[in-house]
């Protein structure tokens, strides 16, 4: 696990050097996710609290679990880099922009009306219309969600309960497609802090021919319990 973590600090130090080059885009589009057939990467609660960098799980359909470092906050946006160089950038916990991808999602729109920045205001009659962007020339796909709030759900990491709120996205187009789709609809799964309102996980399709991408963040979670010391062992999730 350790080298795990070296090696995406090394990532992130060999990206950040790219980017002062002034080659950061040419070499990020270049990229293409390669998540081994391994075990499931999982760090105990003391490493996830002592560690100088902001780590999220992700696990992509059927993949191994992978970790993943925030390399920038900037202009609301959380930049999170893989060990392999793939990066998912979110804006308030949604995925707006992916990288290394086969199907990268190029650019969404309206995200500042989304109403997951404000989950403590959402109504079952809340709607929310984007447009999407997607690599290979698909372009201005309109997205339409509404949303329902399920309190009091418990959720078990770090072999800890945590109390949180579920918000359920049920995401549909509002037009055709140039390809065929064998599913208009699809759901969207995010969980909070019941206590602070803080995201901890989210379970998101961008489309349907995405499988679901789940993220757990890691150390907003070692940040909501309380401190343990290095001689813990507790696992992860």
């Known amino acids: 696990m350790i080298a795990l973590i070296k090696t995406v600090f090394s990532g992130l130090v060999l990206l950040t050097l790219t980017a002062c ?18 075990p499931d990467a999982e760090l105990s609660l003391a490493e996830v609290q002592q ?15 992978a970790v993943m470092v925030l390399m920038h906050l900037e202009a609301g946006q959380h930049k999170w880099l893989s060990a392999d160089n793939a ?6 916990g949604r ?32 709607s929310w219309l984007r447009l999407a962007d997607w690599r290979n020339g698909e372009y201005g796909y309109g997205l339409r ?13 770090f072999q800890q309960q945590l109390n949180t709120t579920l918000v359920v996205e049920h995401v549909s187009y509002t037009d055709k497609a140039n390809y065929l789709r064998f599913d208009g609809s699809w759901q969207n799964y995010f969980w909070f802090d019941s ?20 993220m757990t963040y890691a ?17 992860g999730q």
């Open 21 to 38: 080059a002034g080659t950061y885009h040419s070499y990020i589009d270049t990229l293409k996710l390669a998540f081994a057939d391994t």
């Open 95 to 126: 995925l707006v922009r992916t990288l290394g991808f086969e199907h990268d999602l190029l650019h969404l729109t309206n995200t500042l009306n989304d109403p997951l920045r404000r989950i403590k205001t959402i109504q079952p009659d809340n």
């Open 145 to 157: 969600s509404r949303f329902e709030v399920v309190p009091a759900q418990q959720l078990t990491v």
């Open 51 to 65: 560690s100088r960098y902001d780590l999220l799980y992700v696990k992509h359909g059927e993949r191994a679990q």
């Open 87 to 92: 990066m998912l950038i979110m804006e308030q």
């Open 219 to 235: 150390s907003r979670i070692g940040r909501l319990l309380p401190p343990v010391s290095t001689t813990n062992t507790g696992g």
């Open 195 to 214: 206590k602070t309102g803080t995201l901890i996980k989210s379970e998101q399709r961008l489309a349907p021919f995405w499988q679901p991408i789940t």
